[in-house]
């Protein structure tokens, strides 16, 4: 339509001169229908701004801590397993050393008894004929050992010991009984002092 028409028309009231809003919203706008806001960066569509990083927080504003993994079982086993590993070397050191004591003891028994037998060996004075019984106390107990009426006053006066050899008791000499006593200080078992003064008024060469 020429100028001239448009203006005939206009002037005839057909047609009415286009404002400047309409002429201004004959702008195409662009799809998708969320406009850029100013600044050019994206908006996300629920209207919350997205923090750094390109994931949203969860609801509150502040991310997550993470749970740390909790090591108080796992060390109280450990202390546990520790204790116990402790204890049973603890207690198989005490049995070996046990064991090796009483090893130790019983060698130096044996060392003892062999050289009190190799002492001793041919110098016993027991007789046969031996009829009168000397009491005396030995291990708690009263023990006896028969002698002859010529040894009880050897042996009530010094002269004489008695011996512990294997579980018997032998009469010896005064000298042998002092060295038995010095290979193991148990072996003597009477040597009697003849200066000493009588105890209890119980003369020493009572036979009981």
């Not at 590993?85 to 028994?109: I, N």
Request: proline fraction near 9%.
């Amino acid at each position: 339509m020429s100028d001239s028409l448009r203006d005939q028309l206009l002037k005839a009231g057909f047609i009415q001169k286009p404002s400047n809003e309409s002429r201004q919203g004959d702008k195409p706008r662009p799809q998708g229908g969320n406009p850029r806001p100013s600044g050019g960066k994206p908006r996300p569509q629920d209207g919350r701004p997205r923090p750094q990083g390109g994931r949203p927080h969860p609801q509150g504003g502040k991310p997550h801590a993470r749970p740390e993994p909790s090591g108080g079982a796992g060390q109280q086993d450990i202390n546990l397993a520790r204790a116990y590993a402790l204890r049973e070397r603890t207690e198989r050191e005490q049995r070996e050393r046990e064991q090796r004591e009483a090893e130790q003891r019983a060698k130096v028994k044996k060392e003892r008894r062999q050289k009190l037998g190799a002492l001793l060996d041919g110098k016993a004075l027991n007789a046969k004929e031996a009829e009168i019984p000397r009491h005396f106390p030995h291990a708690n107990k009263i023990r006896r050992i028969y002698v002859t009426s010529e040894q009880l006053p050897r042996l009530n006066g010094g002269e004489l010991a008695v011996v512990q050899l294997a579980g018997r008791y032998l009469l010896v000499a005064r000298d042998d009984g002092l060295a038995a006593k010095a290979i193991d200080p148990d072996a003597l078992v009477l040597l009697c002092d003849a200066h000493a003064s009588d105890e209890d008024d119980v003369p020493a060469d009572l036979v009981w």
